[in-house]
Each structure stands twice: as structure tokens, then as C-alpha cells.
């Protein structure tokens, strides 16, 4: 490593003030930092020790806790691609598992990766460079939630500008990573959904590659189904029953039944199918203690209760559907565990973290269950929360205020 | 009325090389220095001394410009060998190179019974002159106590949880006369009660236990449990309008001192402690004391930081540096100013953190495991990101992130309804040590208090 050390000595002082590269100071040494974790030491005043944590581990453990669902999406994407073109009749873990599943997803979902990761690297460096501060380890995160929200269908080039328009107008524009108001890879969602919605909404969950798919196949995601069948008046537990796409024993029941989403072999965007895989990812965060479990509970409580609430009520086929069922159906895990969580945008004191959690599930059901244009609900719900968050916050605060204002003697 | 207080929140680090219950036969410093930097707010100090001058042990060697009453006098006897400055020409130390024998300035002395008749302004005036004011602290803001003030209530924490901390009851075991001397001159400074904060574990040194008259409070619970504003949040919070003093155990043994023997008597145990000393142990020396013949032939090895105090809050000073006034512990830890090969992602078990993030394995050594930790950084500064850790770390009901950002943002209200009174650098400084983000919090609290006291 002493070779690695001392090339990067020697270029060092071409980057620094009044080599030739200056301008590029703040790249070099985000290179030189990935490589080496620098040799600063504490100040003359001041603790004299640190924690051995930095930002660039924790945004680390956050990649990795979502490993699983990267994974699980890799693998998904073959497979729905397999039983799309017939080629598949059989469901089950050996089917799953599956090399040929493997390389089919990595094909799509890949590229995808490092789209994002180079568009939105490329748009940290320029700001860095133009705003003359270091280089945001907030995009590791980013980077790779952004390939998790998109179907795998989805155009390179709007990946790369949702993005590009996630990390500029979502982030950068408020100052960089532990600035901005809202969710960056929410923002860059939102983005494709409003802006592209034909390539984010209806039968894109399921890349197809130019093959057609077999009649039996819908390609549907469960939250459409529910939905067109509450329109249709009928049962929304006998709509969803009645989707099989010629797949025989999926992992459990019919194809829409809730262990088999709860597992997770169904279409949508590439990392949300599996409620299992998140909650893998969960526990990761909240025993690495990087995420909050205040807020993962409480997102999951606040689906379930408005659930419960809209089956008493009843007043519509999707009204009925089982509470439980909400919690396994779209990105409502995947957003409880990796968007609500994101500690700049959510609620920062404890309490507000139960209220805030709370809030995006019970929002999250509301949208999906009364909101007749969005099928779902979780993106809309995190970003409103987002907005909310320092208002729940701020009354939390006030009341600590009171409290230290009650013992005032003058 | 006693209070006994549990705390949850908190955090020791548990570093090794703590300091055994011994002395050793070091040799005593040649040199002392009064730096005034070690004193909060002493922004103009007026020298009363020059190079080539002698001076006895309480002789006053400078005062503040705008406290022109408290002096600030020599711990020794001896001739004042340089007056070091640094940018324009702000004193920095006046060294002293002592005597074989100290000799002292002599005040009035008392014993306990005589020292109740005499009143609170000739034991004002004797404490002013005879160079112990300063170890009264006042809250808000932690800085020297203003001599006209009356406090609410006088506080004492006679334990100590940071990082390699002396024990008090060990540095003060031969003056416990001294230390029933200096409460009874610090009551008459108070209506109200004087607290002696003690610790639940452990067993307590009949210097602290024998008090009488005063209010003994129990506190348990990790670092900063020690910490006399943490203890003063939960015994009567310091409210706007309050005014409190803080003493530390020593302050209140020199305060006995000097209206027992007459002298201010600057000699202490000070505790030479940290995974890079030898032999961590007590040594008997002064106030001041130039760390040079500490640590000589006492070093691990020689690329070492030597923290006068504890690693939390102490500062870094030279190998023939001195010790700061108010620190009775000389920390000495490896230097790390070495890169490290993908520092951020690799596993660590050795370095302790808080978290337990990727790769930081330190939470599973269990809470006996001693560290021997590095001044570097482990990683830059960032904004704030994580959220919710501060809160673990400081047992009061204040939020330390908005608080501080209050301070960033000059908001002077929002300071003061967040609680800036209730803390000084100290109490924060375990947030400092867990930051993911790297802020000086320590630094930006002063800030803050500054910001108050002249806004």
C-alpha cells in the first residue's frame, strides 16, 4: 500500500493551492480519502479522540443493508421475465435461484446501477468543484437506492436525468448531503413519475426484452389489481386470486397470496418486491443502529392501523382489503426501511420520529386505498412527510422550550 | 434533603493506562508556568511580573482587566525565567523556575471553629488576593465566579467518570481538614445549600463522607455522571436568572488551605495516566507543573500526545508543556497521524465507538476492555446527518443538535429557550467524541456562550 500512498504523495501537490489542477483539489482528494482514510488528528483544544465512525461508514452500511434486495431484484428480474414468456410454469425457491434468472437480472438491472452511480457522481463533483467543498458521501446511498424504485424497464436515460434532477434540485441546490428537505431518490421518483409517467406506471414491471409474453400473463403489480377490481365492484382477495400467470406453486398459494408477496416473486420496481428482503435490510439498520426503528415500526403500525380503520368503515371493495395485506403489497416496506429512515429528511427528536413513521403509513394506505390516480402511495407519503417533518419537530421542541421557560425566575 | 439520581444515558470510554494508586519518586518539575489561557474569558491579563522578578508561592503574578479583583498568583517561589507570547504578543505562559524550598506569602490563618466569626468580605478578600478565586466557577457560562455575586447554591462533584480521571479521594487524602476548611469558608458565600455530589459505586473517601452540614447527593450511571452540570440538571436545573458556583474538590482543599495554614499552598497529586506511560501513577507536584519530568523515562515510545486532562476535554500541550490549573491529570496517548488503507470500510474491533455501524465491532469486547486509542480524527467533518445519537450520550433534557445549531445561527432566543445556560463545553463533549459528522462541539458551545455573555 506504501506504492499507493506515495503516488499519491507526489500528485498531491499538483491539486493543491497553486498547483495546476486546484480547481480539482476537492476531487483529488475524495479519491485520496476513499483510498486512505486521512491522517488528520485532533485539534489542540477540543476532544483529543474520536469515534472510530464516519460518514463514509455509515452511508456504507446503508449500501449494504441493501445487498439483499438488490440481490433479490437481480434475481427477480429473470424470473418474472422467465414466467412472462412462458418459460417458467413451476414457482419455488430452485426456480428463484437461478443462474440464468441471475444473469438475465444483472443484464437489466446493472446498466441501471451504474448509470445512476456515474450520473449522479458526476453531478457531486461539479457542484463540489464549483462550490469548493468536499465530496458528499451522501450519493453512495443514493446511488444505489435509485435502481431499487425503478422498474427494470426502464430507459437508461431518464435514469440518468432523474438523477441528475434528484441530486441537483433535491440536494445540492439546499447546500449538499444533510441539507436538503426531501428524500433525494424520492425526489428523483417523483420526478420520472410525474415527468415520464408512461415508463413508471402499467405493464413496465416486467422486462421483457422484445420477447412477447404468454396470454396467461398480466404483469400486473397487486396494488393494480386491487385496484381495478375495486372499480370493478368485485372482491379485491378474488381478484387477486384469480391472477396465477400459468405459475404453478409460487412460494405459497396463488401468485398474489401473501406469502408469496411477502417473499417477494412478484412484479414491481427491482428492489420493493420482496417485503422479506427489506425487512433483512431493517434489521441490519436498526442493529448497526444506522436507521431508526422508531421510525421502521412505526410506518409498518401506521399502515397496519389505517388498514383496520378503512376494513371498519368498508365503505369500497379496496376498503376491505386485509390489513395485513397492505403491508406486503408495492414499496410500502421498502420505503418504511430505506425512505422514511433517511435521518436529514425525517423527523430528528424521538417523538416526532413516532409521528412522523406513523403518519407515512397511514398516508401511504389513505393514497392507495382512496386516491383514485396513484395506485401507490409510499413515494407521495415520504415526501409529504419529508416537508412535515420540521413542523413535528418543531412542536416537539417547543414543548422542551415550555418546560425550561416554566422554571424561569425572571 | 438528599437526592439520589440514576442515570442511563452516557458513555465511558474506557481507555488503558489508568493511573495506579501510588506515588512515584519522580523528580519534581523545575519549571511551572501560569498560563493565563487556562482561565475562561480571561481575554486581557495585566502582567504584575517581569522577567528576572522572584516571586513566592502566592505572589500574584497577573489579573483579568475586567476582574481586577481576582489574582492570579505564582503555585511556587522562585524568579520568573520568560514571559512566552504568541500572536500579538498574547501571553501565553509565565514560567517559573521554582526553588528547592518553596517559600510562601503569608496570609491570616484560622481553624475551623475561629474561621465562622470572620466575614464574608475578609474571606473574600483573603480568597481574592491569595490566588484561589479562581477556582470558583459560576454558571451560567462557567467562567470565574463575579466576587459581588451571591449563588443559589454551591456544587461540588467529588467524582470524576471522563477517560483516565484522577480519583479524588485518592489526590485529596491527606487534606481532609483542608477540605472541611473550604467548605466552611465557601458557606458563607450562599444562603442556600452547599451539594456534594458523590458516586453511588464505589466507596466514598472519609475526606467527602465526614462533611457535615452540607447536602450529600448519589449519583450512578456512565460518563458524564461526574460532570457537576450534568448533576446540577437534576438536582435544581439552572434556570434563566439562576446563578450557581461550582468548586472542583481541589478548589475547595487550596480554599481550606489557605485560611488553615495561611498559604496558598498549590502542591497536588496528579495523576500521570494513558496507554503510552510506563508507569501510570500518581506524582506529587504544583499547579503548573512542566510535564517534562512526568514523563521522563516513562514513555511506551516517543511519537506521543500529551493531553493536560482528560482526553475529552483537555489540551494538547508540548512534551515540556505544563499542566493547566484547573487539571490535576497529564494524558498521554499514541499520535495518529498515520493514513490508514481504507480506514472507513475495514472492521475494526480495537478502535472503540459508540456505534455500531458496518464494520465497528469495538460493542463486542464487553465494557471491561481498555483502549488504546489515537488522536486521530477518524474520518472529516460534514454536516449533521445522523440524528438521535447526541441525545444517548447527554443525560438532560435538552436538545443538544438544535441547541447547537441555534448557535451556528446566532439565534439568541432559541439559545437561550434550549437550555445554553444549563451547559459548558464539558457536558458536551462526549457528543463531540461520537459525532459521525466531526463538528468542534465543545468549540461552537463556548461560541454560544460567549455570544450570550456579550449580546
Known sequence: MKFLENILEKQKPLFQKGGKFE??????EAGETFLFSPAHTAGKKGVQVRDAIDLKRMMMTVVIAMIPCL???????????????????????????????????????????????????????????????????????????IPLIVPPTIPLWQVALATVFGVLIGKEVFGGTGMNILNVAMTARAFLYFAYPSQISGEVWTQLADKTPIDAYSGATALAVAYDSSISGTSVQQGLSEVNNALAAPFGGEFFSFQNML?????????????????????????????????IFSVFA???????????????????????????????????????????????TDVGKWIYGALIGMLTVLIRVVNPAYPEGIMLAVLFMNVFAPLIDYYVVESNKKRRLARATV | MSKIVKLKKGFDINLAGKAAKKIANSPISETFAVKPTDFVGLERPKLLVNEGDTVKAGTPILYNKFQENVMICSPV?????????????????????????IEYEHFDSFNISSVKNISRQDAQKQMLNGGVWPHIIQRPYGVIAKEEDTPKAIYISTFDTSPLAADWGYALKDDEEAFQMGIEVLRKFTQGPIHLNQNINGEVSSVFSNVTEIQQNK????????????????????????????????????????????????????????????????????TGACVDRLIEDNLQQNHVR??????????????????????????????????????????????????????????????????????????????????????????????????????????????????????????????????????????????????????
Not at chain 1, 430452485?94 to 450520473?119: M, Q
Not at chain 2, 474538590?249 to 495516566?273: E, M, T, W
Request: aromatic share 12%; charged share 20%; with cysteine.
Open chain 1, 23 to 28: 480547481k480539482f483539489y476537492y476531487l483529488f
Open chain 1, 71 to 145: 440481490i433479490w431484484g437481480i434475481f427477480n428480474v429473470g424470473y418474472q421475465h422467465q414466467i412472462a414468456t412462458g418459460s417458467l410454469t413451476e414457482g419455488g425457491f430452485a426456480a428463484f435461484f437461478n443462474w440464468d434468472n441471475f444473469l438475465f437480472g444483472a443484464r437489466w438491472v446493472l446498466p441501471i446501477v451504474l448509470v445512476s452511480y456515474a450520473a449522479g457522481g458526476a453531478v457531486e463533483a461539479t457542484v463540489a468543484v464549483i462550490r469548493k467543498h468536499p465530496i458528499n458521501e451522501g450519493f453512495l446511498v443514493t446511488g444505489m437506492l
Open chain 1, 263 to 295: 417473499i417477494g416473486g412478484i412484479p414491481g420496481s427491482i428492489g420493493e418486491t420482496s417485503t422479506l428482503m427489506a425487512l433483512l435490510g431493517a434489521l441490519i439498520l436498526i442493529g448497526t443502529g444506522v436507521g431508526s426503528w422508531k421510525i
Open chain 1, 302 to 348: 401506521g399502515a397496519f392501523a389505517m388498514g383496520t380503520i378503512f376494513n371498519l368503515a368498508g365503505a369500497n371493495e379496496f376498503m376491505n382489503v386485509p390489513a395485513e395485506y397492505h403491508l406486503v403489497m408495492g414499496g410500502l416496506a421498502f420505503g418504511a426501511v430505506f425512505m422514511a429512515t433517511d435521518p436529514v429528511s425525517a423527523a430528528q
Open chain 2, 77 to 101: 517561589s522562585g524568579e520568573v525565567i520568560e514571559v512566552k507570547r504568541g500572536d500579538k504578543r498574547k501571553v501565553l505562559e509565565i514560567k517559573i523556575l521554582a526553588d528547592k524550598e
Open chain 2, 219 to 286: 449519583f450512578s450511571g456512565p460518563h458524564p455522571a461526574g460532570n457537576v452540570g450534568i448533576q446540577i440538571h437534576h438536582i435544581a436545573p439552572i434556570a434563566k436568572g439562576d446563578l450557581v458556583w461550582t468548586v472542583s474538590p481541589f478548589g475547595v482543599a487550596q480554599i481550606g488551605k489557605l485560611f488553615l495554614n495561611g498559604v496558598h499552598d498549590a502542591s497536588r497529586l496528579v495523576a500521570v495516566a494513558g496507554s503510552e506511560v510506563k508507569d501510570p501513577q500518581y506524582h506529587k507536584t504544583f
Open chain 2, 306 to 455: 500529551c493531553i493536560s486532562g482528560n482526553v475529552l476535554t483537555g489540551e494538547c500541550i508540548e512534551k515540556n508543556g505544563y499542566l493547566g490549573f484547573y487539571d490535576n491529570l497529564l494524558s498521554v496517548i499514541p499520535e495518529g497521524d498515520q493514513q490508514e488503507f481504507l480506514g472507513w470500510l475495514k472492521p475494526k474491533k480495537e478502535v472503540l465507538s459508540f456505534h455500531k455501524a458496518f464494520g465497528l465491532m469495538s460493542f463486542l469486547n464487553g465494557k471491561n476492555k481498555e483502549y488504546k486509542l489515537t488522536s486521530n480524527t477518524n474520518g472529516e467533518p460534514r454536516a449533521f446527518v445522523q440524528t438521535g445519537v447526541f441525545e444517548k450520550v447527554l443525560p438532560m433534557d435538552i436538545y443538544p443538535v438544535y441547541l447547537l445549531k441555534a448557535i451556528m445561527a446566532e439565534d439568541y432566543d432559541n439559545m437561550e429557550a434550549l437550555g445554553i445556560f444549563e451547559v459548558i463545553e464539558e457536558d458536551l463533549a462526549l457528543c463531540e467524541y461520537v459525532d459521525v459528522s466531526k463538528h468542534d462541539v465543545q468549540r461552537i458551545v463556548r461560541d454560544g456562550i460567549e455570544l450570550m455573555q456579550n449580546g
